[in-house]
């Protein structure tokens, strides 16, 4: 059974920096591309980044392009995702998704209900 868990969340100011994991497992034989999603109180879920299952391509959505990074970290089978420059329109539940059918890039900036999402974890900026 595939479970994906987000950790990290909290509180940081306006200018600050935190840093998010996402967890996914139990995909037997390989990994998931994975895609970081934000939801803001009466917001839909928008799309903020993307990884491939290797870690060769990533693609950001423009609300985070030049101040998030997604990586993978091998060592500790994570997909993280380094936000630095935080603003207060960042202030959201923050989820990351196991991309089922394997798009990612340009591919894959719409929140599908058929992929395996974390339960979210609460990310406010404050000034």
């Known amino acids: 059974q595939v479970q994906v868990v987000e950790s990290g969340g909290g509180l940081v100011q306006t200018g600050g920096s935190l840093r998010l994991s996402c967890a996914a497992s139990g995909r037997p034989g390989g990994r998931f591309p994975i895609g970081w999603f934000r939801q803001a109180p009466g917001k839909e879920r928008q799309f903020g980044s993307n990884i491939s299952w290797n870690g060769g391509t990533t693609f950001y959505g423009d609300s985070v392009r030049g101040r998030f990074t997604i990586s993978r970290d091998s060592v500790e089978n994570t997909v993280d995702l380094q936000m630095n420059n935080r603003k207060h329109e960042d202030t959201a539940v923050y989820y990351c998704?196991?991309?089922?059918?394997?798009?990612?890039?340009?591919?894959?900036?719409?929140?599908?209900?058929?992929?395996?999402w974390g339960q979210g974890t609460q990310v406010t900026v404050s000034s």
């Open positions: 998704a196991a991309v089922v059918d394997g798009h990612s890039d340009g591919d894959y900036t719409r929140p599908n209900v058929d992929d395996y």
